[in-house]
Protein backbone atom coordinates (compact mmCIF):
# COMPACT_ATOMS: atom_id res chain seq x y z
CA UNK A 1 0.00 0.00 0.00
CA UNK A 2 2.91 2.22 1.11
CA UNK A 3 4.53 1.73 -2.37
CA UNK A 4 1.58 2.57 -4.18
CA UNK A 5 1.15 5.40 -2.66
CA UNK A 6 4.68 6.65 -3.15
CA UNK A 7 4.12 5.66 -6.81
CA UNK A 8 1.02 7.83 -7.39
CA UNK A 9 2.73 11.01 -5.38
CA UNK A 10 5.75 10.34 -7.77
CA UNK A 11 3.35 9.98 -10.90
CA UNK A 12 1.42 13.00 -9.82
CA UNK A 13 4.42 15.06 -8.73
CA UNK A 14 5.91 14.35 -12.03
CA UNK A 15 2.82 16.46 -13.60
CA UNK A 16 3.23 19.53 -11.61
CA UNK A 17 6.49 20.21 -13.05
CA UNK A 18 6.56 23.19 -15.01
CA UNK A 19 7.02 21.82 -18.85
CA UNK A 20 4.44 19.29 -18.79
CA UNK A 21 1.72 22.10 -17.13
CA UNK A 22 3.25 24.67 -19.46
CA UNK A 23 2.26 21.83 -22.53
CA UNK A 24 -1.11 21.64 -21.10
CA UNK A 25 -1.58 25.38 -20.70
CA UNK A 26 -0.57 25.81 -24.15
CA UNK A 27 -3.22 23.12 -25.25
CA UNK A 28 -6.16 24.70 -23.16
CA UNK A 29 -5.51 28.27 -24.77
CA UNK A 30 -5.33 26.77 -28.21
CA UNK A 31 -8.99 24.93 -27.65
CA UNK A 32 -10.26 28.24 -26.45
CA UNK A 33 -8.72 30.10 -29.24
CA UNK A 34 -10.30 27.24 -31.64
CA UNK A 35 -13.54 27.76 -30.22
CA UNK A 36 -14.02 30.98 -29.93
CA UNK A 37 -12.90 31.62 -33.46
CA UNK A 38 -16.19 28.70 -33.93
CA UNK A 39 -18.91 30.89 -32.13
CA UNK A 40 -18.40 34.02 -34.02
CA UNK A 41 -18.75 32.32 -37.29
CA UNK A 42 -21.40 29.85 -36.74
CA UNK A 43 -23.47 32.45 -34.32
CA UNK A 44 -26.11 34.95 -36.13
CA UNK A 45 -28.15 36.47 -32.66
CA UNK A 46 -28.46 33.12 -31.56
CA UNK A 47 -27.09 30.51 -29.43
CA UNK A 48 -23.30 29.39 -30.67
CA UNK A 49 -22.89 25.68 -31.86
CA UNK A 50 -21.20 25.28 -27.99
CA UNK A 51 -25.21 26.07 -26.78
CA UNK A 52 -24.93 29.76 -24.82
CA UNK A 53 -24.76 32.77 -27.03
CA UNK A 54 -22.11 34.93 -28.26
CA UNK A 55 -20.57 37.20 -25.28
CA UNK A 56 -23.00 35.24 -22.87
CA UNK A 57 -23.17 37.59 -19.50
CA UNK A 58 -21.59 40.60 -22.11
CA UNK A 59 -24.85 41.36 -23.07
CA UNK A 60 -25.79 42.54 -19.78
CA UNK A 61 -23.44 45.59 -20.10
CA UNK A 62 -24.02 45.90 -23.71
CA UNK A 63 -27.71 46.52 -22.94
CA UNK A 64 -26.99 49.12 -19.88
CA UNK A 65 -24.53 51.00 -22.38
CA UNK A 66 -27.42 51.06 -24.97
CA UNK A 67 -30.18 51.96 -22.83
CA UNK A 68 -27.66 54.89 -20.94
CA UNK A 69 -27.02 56.22 -24.59
CA UNK A 70 -30.92 56.04 -25.95
CA UNK A 71 -32.80 56.97 -22.90
CA UNK A 72 -32.54 58.54 -19.54
CA UNK A 73 -29.62 57.16 -17.97
CA UNK A 74 -31.12 56.39 -14.85
CA UNK A 75 -33.08 53.62 -16.47
CA UNK A 76 -29.55 51.38 -16.49
CA UNK A 77 -31.59 49.72 -13.57
CA UNK A 78 -34.77 49.50 -15.22
CA UNK A 79 -35.51 45.16 -15.48
CA UNK A 80 -38.27 45.41 -17.24
CA UNK A 81 -36.79 48.08 -20.16
CA UNK A 82 -33.22 45.50 -19.86
CA UNK A 83 -35.10 42.41 -20.65
CA UNK A 84 -37.15 43.58 -23.60
CA UNK A 85 -33.70 45.11 -25.16
CA UNK A 86 -31.62 42.07 -23.70
CA UNK A 87 -34.65 39.45 -25.81
CA UNK A 88 -34.18 41.85 -29.02
CA UNK A 89 -30.86 41.33 -29.02
CA UNK A 90 -31.05 37.91 -28.66
CA UNK A 91 -34.86 37.11 -30.09
CA UNK A 92 -34.69 33.15 -29.41
CA UNK A 93 -33.81 33.86 -25.33
CA UNK A 94 -36.67 32.35 -23.64
CA UNK A 95 -39.04 35.05 -22.27
CA UNK A 96 -38.20 34.68 -18.99
CA UNK A 97 -34.51 35.28 -19.86
CA UNK A 98 -33.57 38.50 -17.61
CA UNK A 99 -30.07 39.25 -16.81
CA UNK A 100 -30.18 43.11 -15.11
CA UNK A 101 -27.68 45.31 -14.23
CA UNK A 102 -26.43 45.84 -10.87
CA UNK A 103 -23.19 46.83 -11.11
CA UNK A 104 -22.50 50.35 -9.54
CA UNK A 105 -23.62 53.45 -11.68
CA UNK A 106 -19.99 55.06 -12.37
CA UNK A 107 -19.48 51.39 -14.37
CA UNK A 108 -21.94 51.79 -17.03
CA UNK A 109 -19.14 54.84 -18.85
CA UNK A 110 -16.89 52.24 -20.49
CA UNK A 111 -19.91 50.10 -21.99
CA UNK A 112 -21.59 53.23 -23.44
CA UNK A 113 -18.69 53.48 -25.26
CA UNK A 114 -18.74 50.43 -26.39
CA UNK A 115 -22.70 49.97 -27.18
CA UNK A 116 -22.13 52.50 -29.79
CA UNK A 117 -20.32 49.83 -31.66
CA UNK A 118 -22.31 46.31 -33.30
CA UNK A 119 -22.65 43.88 -30.36
CA UNK A 120 -20.08 41.38 -32.21
CA UNK A 121 -17.70 44.08 -32.74
CA UNK A 122 -18.01 45.23 -29.09
CA UNK A 123 -17.64 41.51 -27.35
CA UNK A 124 -14.69 41.19 -29.27
CA UNK A 125 -13.35 44.80 -28.31
CA UNK A 126 -13.75 43.58 -24.64
CA UNK A 127 -12.28 40.83 -25.15
CA UNK A 128 -9.14 42.52 -25.98
CA UNK A 129 -9.85 44.68 -23.35
CA UNK A 130 -10.14 42.01 -20.52
CA UNK A 131 -6.90 40.38 -21.47
CA UNK A 132 -5.42 43.66 -21.48
CA UNK A 133 -6.55 44.43 -17.94
CA UNK A 134 -5.94 40.67 -16.58
CA UNK A 135 -2.26 41.10 -18.18
CA UNK A 136 -1.77 44.75 -17.13
CA UNK A 137 -2.55 42.70 -13.41
CA UNK A 138 -0.40 40.47 -13.77
CA UNK A 139 2.75 42.36 -14.70
CA UNK A 140 2.23 44.35 -11.43
CA UNK A 141 1.77 41.80 -9.27
CA UNK A 142 5.50 40.76 -11.43
CA UNK A 143 7.09 43.99 -10.77
CA UNK A 144 5.96 43.57 -7.04
CA UNK A 145 6.33 39.75 -6.35
CA UNK A 146 9.72 39.23 -7.21
CA UNK A 147 11.10 36.37 -5.66
CA UNK A 148 9.87 33.95 -7.78
CA UNK A 149 12.36 32.23 -10.05
CA UNK A 150 12.08 33.10 -14.29
CA UNK A 151 10.96 29.39 -14.98
CA UNK A 152 8.31 29.39 -12.50
CA UNK A 153 6.76 33.02 -13.28
CA UNK A 154 6.42 31.54 -16.81
CA UNK A 155 4.64 28.31 -15.86
CA UNK A 156 2.36 30.77 -13.37
CA UNK A 157 1.54 33.03 -16.02
CA UNK A 158 0.53 30.32 -18.20
CA UNK A 159 -1.28 29.14 -15.57
CA UNK A 160 -3.12 32.39 -14.86
CA UNK A 161 -3.97 33.10 -18.01
CA UNK A 162 -5.92 29.16 -18.97
CA UNK A 163 -7.59 29.56 -15.54
CA UNK A 164 -10.86 28.86 -16.27
CA UNK A 165 -12.47 31.62 -14.16
CA UNK A 166 -10.72 33.89 -16.54
CA UNK A 167 -10.67 32.19 -19.54
CA UNK A 168 -13.90 30.32 -20.02
CA UNK A 169 -15.94 32.79 -17.40
CA UNK A 170 -14.38 35.89 -18.05
CA UNK A 171 -13.20 35.89 -22.05
CA UNK A 172 -15.64 33.57 -23.51
CA UNK A 173 -18.28 34.38 -21.03
CA UNK A 174 -18.27 38.09 -21.15
CA UNK A 175 -18.05 38.91 -17.63
CA UNK A 176 -16.05 41.97 -16.03
CA UNK A 177 -14.06 40.69 -12.86
CA UNK A 178 -10.96 41.65 -14.61
CA UNK A 179 -11.44 45.13 -13.96
CA UNK A 180 -11.66 44.07 -10.05
CA UNK A 181 -8.58 42.25 -10.41
CA UNK A 182 -6.91 44.89 -11.84
CA UNK A 183 -7.39 47.58 -9.48
CA UNK A 184 -6.99 45.34 -6.54
CA UNK A 185 -3.30 44.11 -8.16
CA UNK A 186 -2.18 47.97 -8.05
CA UNK A 187 -3.70 47.96 -4.23
CA UNK A 188 -1.13 45.66 -3.84
CA UNK A 189 2.06 47.28 -5.52
CA UNK A 190 1.41 50.38 -4.32
CA UNK A 191 0.58 49.19 -0.74
CA UNK A 192 3.84 47.10 -0.75
CA UNK A 193 5.87 50.06 -1.81
CA UNK A 194 4.64 52.07 0.80
CA UNK A 195 2.07 54.08 -1.48
CA UNK A 196 -0.73 53.66 1.40
CA UNK A 197 -2.80 56.89 -0.09
CA UNK A 198 -2.66 55.68 -3.54
CA UNK A 199 -3.36 52.70 -3.01
CA UNK A 200 -6.76 53.02 -1.29
CA UNK A 201 -7.32 55.04 -4.19
CA UNK A 202 -7.04 52.26 -6.35
CA UNK A 203 -9.00 49.60 -4.36
CA UNK A 204 -11.89 52.17 -4.16
CA UNK A 205 -12.45 51.05 -7.38
CA UNK A 206 -13.69 47.43 -7.04
CA UNK A 207 -17.05 49.01 -5.07
CA UNK A 208 -18.27 48.50 -9.09
CA UNK A 209 -18.72 45.53 -6.84
CA UNK A 210 -19.22 46.00 -2.91
CA UNK A 211 -19.89 42.51 -2.29
CA UNK A 212 -16.07 42.61 -2.97
CA UNK A 213 -15.57 44.64 0.00
CA UNK A 214 -17.26 42.71 2.46
CA UNK A 215 -13.52 41.32 4.44
CA UNK A 216 -11.47 44.15 3.08
CA UNK A 217 -12.50 47.09 4.65
CA UNK A 218 -12.97 45.59 8.38
CA UNK A 219 -9.68 44.23 7.88
CA UNK A 220 -8.12 47.70 7.41
CA UNK A 221 -10.48 49.56 9.68
CA UNK A 222 -8.99 46.53 12.44
CA UNK A 223 -5.27 47.09 11.56
CA UNK A 224 -5.94 51.25 11.61
CA UNK A 225 -4.31 52.01 8.11
CA UNK A 226 -5.64 55.44 7.99
CA UNK A 227 -3.69 56.73 4.56
CA UNK A 228 -5.06 53.64 2.45
CA UNK A 229 -8.70 54.45 4.55
CA UNK A 230 -8.25 58.24 3.55
CA UNK A 231 -7.21 57.30 -0.12
CA UNK A 232 -9.82 55.01 0.06
CA UNK A 233 -12.82 57.85 1.31
CA UNK A 234 -11.72 60.47 -1.28
CA UNK A 235 -11.84 57.89 -4.39
CA UNK A 236 -15.16 56.88 -3.48
CA UNK A 237 -16.20 60.35 -2.99
CA UNK A 238 -14.50 60.89 -6.39
CA UNK A 239 -16.69 57.50 -7.69
CA UNK A 240 -19.61 58.84 -6.08
CA UNK A 241 -19.32 62.03 -7.75
CA UNK A 242 -19.05 60.71 -11.08
CA UNK A 243 -22.11 58.69 -10.47
CA UNK A 244 -24.19 61.44 -9.78
CA UNK A 245 -22.84 63.14 -13.04
CA UNK A 246 -23.79 60.12 -15.09
CA UNK A 247 -27.43 58.87 -13.67
CA UNK A 248 -28.46 61.68 -11.34
CA UNK A 249 -30.33 60.94 -7.98
CA UNK A 250 -32.61 58.90 -9.27
CA UNK A 251 -30.40 56.69 -10.47
CA UNK A 252 -27.92 56.61 -7.66
CA UNK A 253 -31.22 55.55 -5.88
CA UNK A 254 -32.31 52.88 -8.42
CA UNK A 255 -28.91 51.31 -7.61
CA UNK A 256 -29.66 50.99 -4.23
CA UNK A 257 -32.93 49.45 -4.83
CA UNK A 258 -31.24 46.63 -6.78
CA UNK A 259 -28.70 45.84 -4.29
CA UNK A 260 -31.18 45.66 -1.58
CA UNK A 261 -33.04 43.66 -4.47
CA UNK A 262 -30.14 41.30 -4.61
CA UNK A 263 -29.31 40.96 -1.08
CA UNK A 264 -33.10 39.76 -0.32
CA UNK A 265 -32.78 37.49 -3.37
CA UNK A 266 -29.59 35.64 -2.56
CA UNK A 267 -30.13 35.39 1.32
CA UNK A 268 -34.11 34.66 0.89
CA UNK A 269 -35.97 31.35 1.00
CA UNK A 270 -36.15 31.50 -2.42
CA UNK A 271 -33.45 32.51 -5.07
CA UNK A 272 -33.53 33.50 -8.36
CA UNK A 273 -29.75 33.39 -8.75
CA UNK A 274 -28.25 30.14 -10.45
CA UNK A 275 -26.66 29.24 -7.19
CA UNK A 276 -24.45 26.23 -8.68
CA UNK A 277 -22.88 29.53 -10.40
CA UNK A 278 -22.21 30.72 -6.99
CA UNK A 279 -19.06 29.78 -4.59
CA UNK A 280 -19.53 31.90 -1.40
CA UNK A 281 -20.55 29.74 1.80
CA UNK A 282 -24.67 31.21 1.98
CA UNK A 283 -24.99 29.58 -2.09
CA UNK A 284 -23.01 26.40 -1.20
CA UNK A 285 -25.59 26.07 1.89
CA UNK A 286 -28.39 26.88 -0.22
CA UNK A 287 -27.43 24.06 -2.28
CA UNK A 288 -26.40 21.68 0.05
CA UNK A 289 -29.28 22.20 2.05
CA UNK A 290 -31.97 22.05 -0.65
CA UNK A 291 -34.96 23.97 0.17
CA UNK A 292 -34.18 23.81 3.96
CA UNK A 293 -33.77 27.53 5.23
CA UNK A 294 -32.95 26.37 8.73
CA UNK A 295 -30.22 23.61 7.83
CA UNK A 296 -28.47 26.85 5.11
CA UNK A 297 -28.40 29.19 7.85
CA UNK A 298 -26.94 26.83 10.38
CA UNK A 299 -23.98 26.41 8.15
CA UNK A 300 -23.39 29.91 7.09
CA UNK A 301 -23.93 30.65 11.20
CA UNK A 302 -21.21 27.84 11.90
CA UNK A 303 -18.89 28.46 8.83
CA UNK A 304 -18.97 32.70 10.49
CA UNK A 305 -18.38 31.64 14.00
CA UNK A 306 -15.53 29.20 13.11
CA UNK A 307 -13.59 31.45 10.80
CA UNK A 308 -13.98 35.67 11.52
CA UNK A 309 -12.53 35.06 15.42
CA UNK A 310 -9.70 33.45 13.48
CA UNK A 311 -9.61 36.47 10.89
CA UNK A 312 -9.65 39.58 13.67
CA UNK A 313 -6.99 38.13 15.25
CA UNK A 314 -5.03 37.73 12.30
CA UNK A 315 -5.55 41.42 11.35
CA UNK A 316 -4.92 42.46 15.20
CA UNK A 317 -1.63 40.43 14.47
CA UNK A 318 -1.28 42.41 11.54
CA UNK A 319 0.88 45.22 12.95
CA UNK A 320 3.47 42.98 14.62
CA UNK A 321 4.39 41.55 11.59
CA UNK A 322 7.46 42.10 8.84
CA UNK A 323 6.29 43.40 5.26
CA UNK A 324 6.32 39.70 3.35
CA UNK A 325 3.77 38.93 6.31
CA UNK A 326 1.24 41.97 5.90
CA UNK A 327 1.55 40.72 1.98
CA UNK A 328 0.25 37.37 3.87
CA UNK A 329 -2.49 39.82 5.36
CA UNK A 330 -4.08 40.93 2.25
CA UNK A 331 -3.78 37.05 0.60
CA UNK A 332 -5.57 35.91 3.64
CA UNK A 333 -8.28 37.95 3.27
CA UNK A 334 -9.10 37.63 -0.54
CA UNK A 335 -9.59 34.66 -0.08
CA UNK A 336 -11.96 34.40 2.79
CA UNK A 337 -13.59 37.41 0.76
CA UNK A 338 -14.45 34.49 -1.51
CA UNK A 339 -16.02 32.36 0.61
CA UNK A 340 -17.51 33.91 3.58
CA UNK A 341 -19.97 36.48 1.21
CA UNK A 342 -23.51 36.48 0.40
CA UNK A 343 -23.05 36.35 -3.23
CA UNK A 344 -20.09 35.43 -5.17
CA UNK A 345 -19.69 33.78 -8.63
CA UNK A 346 -17.12 31.76 -9.50
CA UNK A 347 -15.65 34.51 -12.24
CA UNK A 348 -15.05 36.66 -9.70
CA UNK A 349 -12.62 34.18 -7.77
CA UNK A 350 -9.72 34.92 -10.28
CA UNK A 351 -9.07 36.96 -7.89
CA UNK A 352 -7.62 34.04 -5.92
CA UNK A 353 -4.63 34.86 -8.53
CA UNK A 354 -3.31 37.55 -6.21
CA UNK A 355 -3.43 35.17 -3.30
CA UNK A 356 -1.83 32.51 -4.84
CA UNK A 357 1.22 34.66 -6.02
CA UNK A 358 1.70 36.86 -2.60
CA UNK A 359 2.21 33.26 -1.24
CA UNK A 360 4.06 32.13 -3.97
CA UNK A 361 6.47 34.74 -3.46
CA UNK A 362 6.53 34.29 0.50
CA UNK A 363 7.38 30.87 -0.10
CA UNK A 364 10.12 31.76 -2.45
CA UNK A 365 11.48 34.41 0.11
CA UNK A 366 12.03 31.56 2.65
CA UNK A 367 13.67 29.20 0.35
CA UNK A 368 10.78 26.49 0.17
CA UNK A 369 9.93 27.00 -3.77
CA UNK A 370 8.02 23.79 -4.14
CA UNK A 371 6.13 22.81 -1.07
CA UNK A 372 4.37 19.58 -2.07
CA UNK A 373 1.21 20.46 -0.03
CA UNK A 374 0.96 24.19 -1.64
CA UNK A 375 1.24 22.56 -4.91
CA UNK A 376 -1.55 19.93 -4.40
CA UNK A 377 -3.75 22.98 -3.25
CA UNK A 378 -2.99 24.79 -6.31
CA UNK A 379 -3.63 21.89 -8.39
CA UNK A 380 -7.24 21.82 -6.78
CA UNK A 381 -7.56 25.34 -7.44
CA UNK A 382 -6.88 25.34 -10.80
CA UNK A 383 -8.77 21.82 -12.30
CA UNK A 384 -11.72 22.05 -9.98
CA UNK A 385 -13.07 25.12 -11.96
CA UNK A 386 -13.34 23.21 -15.06
CA UNK A 387 -15.71 20.71 -13.72
CA UNK A 388 -17.36 22.60 -10.67
CA UNK A 389 -20.50 24.05 -12.35
CA UNK A 390 -22.13 20.85 -13.87
CA UNK A 391 -21.05 18.87 -11.05
CA UNK A 392 -22.83 21.23 -8.63
CA UNK A 393 -26.23 21.42 -10.78
CA UNK A 394 -26.15 17.69 -10.71
CA UNK A 395 -25.14 16.63 -6.81
CA UNK A 396 -25.75 19.87 -5.41
CA UNK A 397 -22.57 20.51 -3.99
CA UNK A 398 -20.12 23.16 -4.97
CA UNK A 399 -16.77 21.65 -4.56
CA UNK A 400 -15.03 25.07 -5.52
CA UNK A 401 -16.01 26.53 -2.07
CA UNK A 402 -14.24 24.10 -0.08
CA UNK A 403 -11.01 23.83 -1.78
CA UNK A 404 -11.23 27.96 -1.35
CA UNK A 405 -11.80 27.18 2.30
CA UNK A 406 -8.75 25.03 2.80
CA UNK A 407 -6.54 27.20 0.41
CA UNK A 408 -7.87 29.81 3.22
CA UNK A 409 -6.58 27.79 5.91
CA UNK A 410 -3.23 26.95 4.44
CA UNK A 411 -2.56 30.72 4.20
CA UNK A 412 -3.53 31.33 7.61
CA UNK A 413 -1.15 28.96 8.93
CA UNK A 414 1.34 30.00 6.33
CA UNK A 415 1.10 33.68 8.11
CA UNK A 416 1.73 31.54 11.42
CA UNK A 417 4.89 29.78 10.93
CA UNK A 418 8.54 31.06 12.10
CA UNK A 419 10.83 31.63 9.74
CA UNK A 420 12.90 28.49 10.74
CA UNK A 421 10.21 26.49 10.39
CA UNK A 422 9.72 24.40 7.13
CA UNK A 423 6.69 24.31 5.00
CA UNK A 424 5.52 20.87 3.71
Given at each position: MNSFRLKLLDAVNQRLKGPYLRSVCCMILAAFLISQTISFATTDRGPTVFGPYLGADFAVFYVAGSIFNSYQPENIYDVDLHTRLYQGLFPRVPPEGKLPYANAPFFVLPFALLAQLPYRWAYLLWMVISCGLYFGGLKVLRGTFDALPADDWRTALFLALSFAPFLFEGVAGGQVSVFGFFWLALTLSLERRGRSFAAGGALAFLAYKPTLLVLILPMLIIRRRRNLLCGFSIGMTGLALLSLFAVGW?????????????????????SALRSWKYVDINSFSRLLAGGGIWGRWAIVLMAAAAMLPLLFRVWTRAGRERENKQSLVWAITIAWTL????YLAIYDTILIVTSVLIATDHLARKGVQHASGFRYLLALLYLIPLVTQPLARWSGIQL??????????????LLGKGEHQPVR
Open positions: QGCHNYLKMLLLFLHTSTGAEVLNVYTPALTAFGFYLVT
